[in-house]
């Protein structure tokens, strides 16, 4: 275990704001920053981080918390990952836990199994037996250099049909491990596990913290019907989510504020070698809607660079839906016939893309010059018109929109308005905005916030309002946390509330409340009217719970117990307005 004082000192010397914003793209509002939410769909940005808390919250679907709690749920690390990856970063040094502890928890299980097969897949590819392959396939064929072989931690699997299982045994990982990680299969023939990869040069797809969560194997052997095969999903890769080379490019991307996007993992490698920094893949698959907001949040501009084919074209145009969705700007890379970007980057190195970039075109031309290769006349125009309305209606901003269906009236040659009458129908969707204030008694909810506020008179606050006084149940346990933490740090911190409680709905509750801002020469005025309220309430409670004791002790006939009920009520009432 981990001691808590290591924790402490940890979160202590971790900024939430430099860490998110490795995640994010983060922009200075006021004092505070704000981002597009990772955790919901959104086109305006509501998630919030606030530096002097330490917290994040997001005003849109509630979700909060601190910076171990940010790493846990974005991405998927357990408490003690967290740790260790703020300890690396604030170069605190921290006891180990032995490696029976990784077996507790499904996602350390996995992590450990990934981490164990790209040591294996490296040792091969290195190794005297496989000589060959990494000279004449990779270095020669490929034109990979060594560089970015060692940078993108390029592996092998050989010919074994159980050295990652072998290997992996002596790392005190089962067949079952691998299984779970998506590394191993069972046969129900020899009712044994094998390697899943075999004879395929290894391609490792890391999370944006640089963790493997899963790996694409190309074929070596000719008349391969499945050129590449990906790792199954499993609890740390979720294929919709993750786009090959972002944790490599997202400085550069987030710097330049444009990414290109590949077909190909060797697209991504090979515009690396030439120095394009800030390009992804799709890995050959769909580009996705989580993808593109993801994306999002780190640019602004997306050049589409596919292959000159057919099928490229298609990827290109299956992709500017969901790019436009999530709010970029999308520009689209003509490369020349025949080549694909990793051909083009070997062939005619950066100058040449810098070219095709330089005069690459925008979605409403590229697709005007598709339509009218095999469609003419009004038959070609009424196809644009519904094609780009359904692609403009999801255009948030309206100057954007609006300059959209401008340019798109102009080149196919329409009126502008015939865009706003083609626009499809919306259906009213539910408002997705969370609220603790839905829920909770308003007097009790301004209150708690308050405190984060640091009113001078805390100590009385706590001596006139205990817990007991609170009705709403999750408000009560959170003001008993407060109250437990004062007494033993002397401080209210919303960032240690949090670890203290360990519950994510607490913890959103928590920020959401923290988040209030309020003035602060009004704080302690605020404070006392809010006592007042509070203490109001619990008064005309006691009164009307002594009332019913009258009532039944007059119905029973027992007049002494019914005026000492009578005395304090009339007590009570003096105070009660």
């Known amino acids: ?197 075999r004879q395929r040069l290894m391609i490792p797809i890391f999370n944006l913290s640089g963790k493997p969560i899963a790996f694409g194997g190309r074929t070596l052997k000719k008349g391969e019907p499945a050129k590449y095969i990906n790792s199954p999903e499993t609890v740390l890769y979720n294929k919709s989510n993750v786009l090959y080379g972002l944790n490599f490019a997202k400085d550069s991307i987030r710097d330049l504020n444009e990414v290109y996007i590949v077909e190909g993992y060797f697209d991504v490698i090979s515009l690396w070698q030439i120095g394009i920094k800030n390009v992804v893949a799709s890995s050959g698959t769909a580009f996705t809607q989580q993808q593109a907001r993801f994306l999002a949040r780190f640019a602004e501009t997306a050049y589409l660079f596919f292959d000159s084919d057919s099928a490229g074209r298609n990827a290109a145009l299956k992709s500017v839906d969901v790019l436009y969705d999530a709010g970029m700007e999308v520009k689209i890379i003509q490369p020349i016939e025949g080549e694909d970007p990793d051909s083009i980057a070997k062939k005619f190195g950066i100058d040449k893309i810098e070219e095709l970039r330089h005069d690459a075109i925008g979605f409403i031309p590229f697709r005007i010059q598709d339509v009218k290769q095999s469609e003419t006349g009004i038959i070609a125009k009424e196809k644009l018109i519904k094609e780009l309305s359904a692609i403009g209606s999801k255009i948030q ?96 911190d919303a960032r240690g509330l949090i670890d203290i409680i360990n519950d994510p709905e607490y913890g959103s509750l928590i920020t959401e409340v923290a988040s209030i801002e309020w003035e602060p020469r009004l704080v302690d005025s605020e404070v006392n009217n809010y006592i007042k309220l509070i203490l109001e309430e619990k008064r005309k409670k006691q009164r009307l719970k002594l009332q019913q004791q009258l009532a039944e002790a007059e119905a029973n006939g027992d007049s002494k117990k019914a005026d000492l009920l009578l005395e304090e009520i009339k007590s009570l009432s003096k105070n009660v307005k």
């Open 1 to 197: 275990m981990i001691p808590q004082e290591t924790i402490d000192q940890i979160r202590e010397q971790s900024d939430i704001v430099q860490i998110i914003n490795e995640f994010l793209r983060l922009k200075k509002r006021g004092r505070n920053f704000l981002a597009l939410c990772p955790f919901h769909t959104e086109k305006t940005p509501s998630f919030n981080v606030n530096p002097d808390r330490q917290i994040y919250h997001c005003f849109g679907c509630g979700k909060g918390g601190n910076v171990i709690t940010f790493l846990m749920e974005h991405e998927k690390m357990s408490f003690v990952e967290a740790i260790r990856y703020l300890a690396r970063k604030a170069n605190i040094h921290i006891r180990e836990e032995k490696q029976s502890d990784y077996k507790k928890d499904l996602i350390d299980k996995v992590s450990f199994a990934n981490r164990t097969a790209l040591e294996y897949f490296g040792k091969v590819l290195k190794s005297s037996r496989y000589k060959h392959i990494l000279d004449t396939y990779l270095k020669k064929n490929r034109q990979i250099t060594d560089e970015a072989i060692n940078y993108f931690q390029l592996g092998l699997a050989g010919e074994e049909w159980e050295g990652l299982l072998d290997y992996a045994h002596s790392k005190d990982l089962s067949s079952e491990d691998l299984d779970t990680a998506g590394l191993a299969l069972y046969s129900d023939k020899t009712k044994k596990h094998f390697d899943r990869f």
């Open 397 to 492: 901003d309206p100057t954007r929109r609006s300059l959209f269906f401008s340019e798109a009236a102009e080149k196919i040659g329409v009126d502008s308005q015939i865009f706003q009458k083609s626009l499809p129908k919306k259906t009213a969707e539910p408002e997705q905005v969370y609220s603790a204030l839905k829920k909770m008694s308003k007097v009790e909810y301004n209150f708690i916030s308050l405190l984060f506020q640091h009113p001078g008179s805390i100590d009385s606050i706590f001596e006139n309002i205990s817990a007991d006084d609170i009705d709403s149940k999750q408000l009560s346990r959170l003001y008993s946390a407060i109250i437990q933490q004062y007494k033993t740090t002397g401080v209210v």
